[in-house]
């Protein structure tokens, strides 16, 4: 993430007091924006609270640190691998608890394929879980941004990076390494991002498996280098980590 200063209007740059008396403002609008505290449509506004409150009316309790997160992460990951889903937090009081104010406990960067859905495979429901996903878990300024904001406004303690057996995204990226194809449109993209995590050492389907692996450990490394995010994880208050899911198992396990 670019960490030079935003330009500034032409003009008279504002005063040390008068920019932070803005900041707060702005940050406090962001949060009434994207925490959804004001529903326009049929007449409906619902009163603004703080971003990182605790629903009302939620009938679990909620890891606070990344510890409890990655537990309940893992109990949910065998619920759902052994068939035992709860489908948690979906009653009619979290829903209009909800209206009101999030506060996901975890933060998961997936891939945007079909069968890796960070709810489900986590059995999680609604306000439990802030996802972003791109193909191959691919990092750019809308992806940062989204991951800042769960970070840094919503106090969020984990992030995890989550990659999958058989990506597709990764896979693209290695044949087109190796024959010098040029993919199409935007896809190019991708593949020029998950390059630099090839595993040249292994062949034909390892080499797809072995970069799955190193591609999830290079984007934790890129987040985890990220000035907000690293002092955040300095201060203690924020935990990235990289995990796998395998397909033919359900399993999600740490690989970075």
């Known amino acids: 993430m670019n960490s ?39 007449g409906l506004t619902v009163g603004a609270s703080s971003a990182g409150a605790t629903p009302t009316g939620a009938t679990r309790s909620r890891p606070t640190t990344a510890q409890e997160a990655l537990r309940e992460l893992a ?10 889903e709860r489908h948690p937090d979906e009653s009619p009081a979290v829903r209009a608890a909800l209206t009101s104010s999030q506060h996901p406990f975890a933060l998961v960067l997936g891939c945007i394929d079909s069968r890796v859905p960070p709810e489900l ?3 999680q429901g609604l306000g439990d879980l802030m996802t972003v996903r791109s193909a191959g878990e691919v990092l750019d300024e809308a992806v940062l941004g ?16 989550l990659g999958h057996q058989s990506c597709g995204a990764v896979k693209a990226a290695v044949q087109a390494d190796l024959t010098g194809e040029e993919l199409p449109a935007h896809i190019q993209y991708i593949a020029d991002q998950i390059k630099p995590a090839i595993d040249r050492s292994k062949e034909g389907d390892a080499r797809v498996d072995a970069t799955i692996d190193a591609n999830v450990a290079l984007v934790r490394s890129r987040l985890a280098a990220e000035p907000d ?5 300095d201060e203690g208050k924020l935990l990235i980590v990289g995990a796998r899911y395998e397909l033919t198992s359900q399993l999600v396990h740490r690989v970075a």
């Not at 500034?8 to 900041?23: D, F, I, K, L, Q």
């Not at 109990?75 to 035992?84: D, L, Q, V």
């Open 229 to 233: 995010l690293a002092a955040k994880v």
């Open 121 to 123: 495979v986590f059995d």
């Open 4 to 42: 030079e200063p935003a330009p500034r209007a032409v003009g008279h740059a504002p005063t040390a007091s008068a920019a932070a008396a803005t900041t707060p403002r702005r940050r406090s609008m962001l949060r009434a924006a994207l925490t959804g505290t004001a529903l326009i449509g049929a």
């Open 146 to 161: 989204s991951i800042a904001y769960g970070v840094l406004e919503l106090d969020i303690p984990l992030v995890m990076v």
């Open 75 to 84: 109990a949910g990951n065998k619920r759902w691998r052994t068939y035992r």
